[in-house]
């Protein structure tokens, strides 16, 4: 098949039928132009347009995906191995980690992630004091501080700045999820009134092929106006 004809449903089905072997991973090209890697499971044939070389031939990923796994080093003291659980148990307990491995965009994990910076500025401030009572230097203290805090002030500013303007993030997996659900019951509509596959292949191949950076633009500004 060209790598630059429109691919219909048929075309990847039977693509993914002749994947070769060892296949893990399939690259595609979501209905926002970002190319993604997906199992060939997961690829959505009424949307996801399966990238191809100039041959022809499905773009895959062969092998366990992701770096190879790091040979594990045992401590080499028993001292050693209780500090190292001890740190893995902090890691395990820490609201900014747990909350941030669990949803990173949540307002839980953006609120644990200011008070761990909040914190560690009143750590850096209390060992300032400390060093200027002893009469050190407290330059670097000072210039520490403030790093964490103006990180601080760009998060807040920055999700205040996206709240007021209503925007909605198109890049989110919220944002695709939804999206994609949108797509699935125009679907499904369309099957339950008896339109035939090759309207229904041919609306999307066209929805599809629409949905570019323009659109993308034309979308943000509808956003931008409708929160005015």
Known sequence: MSATAKQSRSDREYILKNLPDGTRRVQVILPSGKQVYKRPEDVDLDIDEISLTQNGDPIVMRGKPGRKSKTALNPVTPQIAAISAARDDHLADDAVSVEIIK????????????????????????????AQRHGQEVVEHAARRARVLKAMADLTLKKRSMFQSGMIDMESPQFKALFKYILESFKASMVESGARNELIESIFTNLVKSLDDEWSQEAKRRMKEASK
Do not use: C, K
Not at 107 to 128: H, K, Y
């Open 103 to 130: 949803d990173p965009e949540s307002d839980d994990a953006f609120n644990q992630l200011i008070r761990g910076m909040a914190t560690e500025a009143a750590v850096i401030e209390f060992e300032r004091m400390e």
